[in-house]
């Protein structure tokens, strides 16, 4: 019943599999559940998802979308009328037959998105252009039947929340699935310390239903990509699907134009892939559950009196200025507490035993780097740590930024290509020929895939011809292995 | 397709229920879903649950407790390890026969309440003394398959947050039950402004799967009653079901003792009947999604300048002191926004015309008593609005808790019960035999239930004879028709 890990890793793949299902469930964000693919966020993971919630959903209020709470279940009907759409997702779908004990006239599906039965309700309450435009997003649970799955990466359920909105005009829809793009990629690299690329999907990979899908993509520790978020400008679509109709200021009645959006649970794995290492996790100060974790050092009962003390004072000096957490638990040392506390990637932790009481100091020790500061006074703390915090937030960004960087390589040739796909993986800029059947014999030869055409300038074809089949080129675009 | 509302009611109660759609509709909470039983909470309604969640959350996490998410979908089998709660949820659920294009060897129920798998999960966390109390809640949406639906009140769909634990003693468990239900009692009365009473479910009205189920109960402005949370001790019951062991303090091998609580998004419901009136919602300030809305009235195009320019001022000299919105649109008349935003309940409006910003006031109308305060310095808006909302706030606690003192009758006599409800509804306190078979027969002939078991005192029957049959009385009981 347990859910499997993907099976088709050999060597450091497989390694390096292992050591992520290891982390996620020694670091306590996640357990295994006794449903096929599905897991449990448990609290240190679930705080982690809050946090990244609380930040993206003040950017999505504040570029002036509203939460709102549609159904679960989408009737069998509706996912068939944007044909595209339901052959995209009908594989995926977990279909409820039964309910009150009867059998149901019509099946319902669990919903795997939700463009289906939000824009059924759109097209009752979209008349006219003062309408417009009407920007919806929802903080939900979906369901897609995965055949492999893995923790936070790839689950039959996740979390995630879903952007819809409708607009009087394509400018209008465009300009909100860039701009809904763009919040992403804040959220990615100001939040998550992620450096991210931006770019349109290829045919093979965009979104069943749209006309264009952007998406930020992230390379993780072990060179391979893993697409973060996407947008997607859906044209009129689903507006004819379902309907949409609004008469224009001139007069005019006139389908929507529209967009959808979402990034879901799996950004806890791009953390986990993103800035991990050998001793366990490394999360990035702002979005940690635990931003300072204080462990006492004794031996006496003495010593113990006098340290416990001093830590309760320091974390109310603390506790305005970050999240701060003293574990006194008795029955651990100080040297297993060590280690549980770097698996479970807290950036700062702070060291204090007797000689520090006697001194008034603490001694700090940074996660990202292990750089230690000792005789820090503690009266420096609460003006310090906010800098500290804020230190590490930016380390591990650019320390990801140089990797990706390193790990980014320009190729016109193809065995090039797949040399530096067995050796080292990571982006491989390449021009391509526009072809999906060019494109799906890469992806089965080399497993790599187009993560994106990069936008403006930067997707004009460096090379004349394409790096697998030698026609011309027509676009330069990015290669990876992905999750 | 559409979700059909109660249909028992005739008369008084039949006007009262079209009263409730019509309001949860036009004040935009909610709409009907495509999907049988099913709703959608439209902007307006879900901003109001968000000010509902982010106020129970903080409780929840302020007394010790951490959030986490379990799985959706829950084995059969697991459902049917707790003799009792199969019984009570299996005529309720919604069962997923199909995934990925094929029938599952085991059908999957989807969540009607998630003790099963989460005591599942405790199993594997809990196994010594020391990882104890666990101190879990979730906030998720479930499913319960129901006859007769009501937007928010009674869904298939709804949302919630279930707060399940594990403890070391009895004591410790009853403890927790109770202190859950003192944080539903806080929420209700010091955000919602509705006044409730505590106590203890019959046996009829318990959870299916607990020794003892406590509840908060309300009265609607129609004398019904409606509840409003429920906080259940459950014994060893779970654990023995699902094998939660752990070693004492003392070595030996001890089933936990449990608890289990929730609120849903029945408490918007809850809202609109505890303090709506004709006009349409009466929202609490402390809750309301707008809290101040400033209405412009002009005439000329030079004095839609002037007053729009105050307008913009009065917004940024209230927006870090209330939640304010100015209803700007042209093709409104004042008169259509007046009824609009009453309608909607917003606490406080302020009428700006010419005039006042001749002579830099404001005029004031108070939502719950429509009291107007002319000629207000624009100078003293910020410090005066928020004593306003916090007036606002209780004289609506007040003004419900009044009325649930006059509803509230004391009676020793079947046929002036009958009487009573018939003619007001409201609270009725009697003596009652303590048996089931005698408060089922009640409850068929007069559509009234027992609604709680007083605490403490409150219990002791205040009568020798049960109001109904006659004999012996062994508790002193609140009896009420309900939603």
Known sequence: MEVKDIEEEKGKDLERAKWYTDIVQQAELADYAPVKGCMVIRPYGYALWE?????????????GHQNAYFPLFIPESFMQKEKEHVEGFAPECAVVTHGGGKKLEEPLIVRPTSETIINHMFAKWVQSWRDLPLLINQWANVVRWEMRTRLFLRTTEFLWQEGHTAHASEDEAEEEAQKMLAVYKTLAEDW???PVLTGEKTDNE????????????ALM???KALQAGTSHFLGQNFAKAFDIKFQSAGGDLEYAWQTSWGVSTRLIGAIVLGHGDEKGLVLPPKIAPIQVVIVPIYKTDDEKAQVTKYCEQIVLALKDHARVHADMRDQYTPGWKFNHWEQKGVPIRLNIGPKDVANNVVEIVRRDNFEKMRGVKQTDLANEIPKLLLAVQKNIFERALKFRQEST??????KAFKKTLDEKNGFIEASWCGSGDCEQTVKEDSKATIRLIPFGNDRTPMNDKCVHCGKPAKWQ?????AY
């Open 221 to 223: 520790r072990d060179g």
């Open 206 to 217: 965009r979104f069943r239903g749209a006309v264009r899908t952007y998406c930020i993509e």
């Open 192 to 194: 998550l310390a992620l």
């Open 477 to 481: 675009v990015v290669f990876a292995r």
């Open 51 to 63: 946090n990244v919630q609380k930040a993206l959903d003040q950017m999505i209020k504040d570029t």
């Open 409 to 414: 390589v320009k190729i016109n040739d193809y």
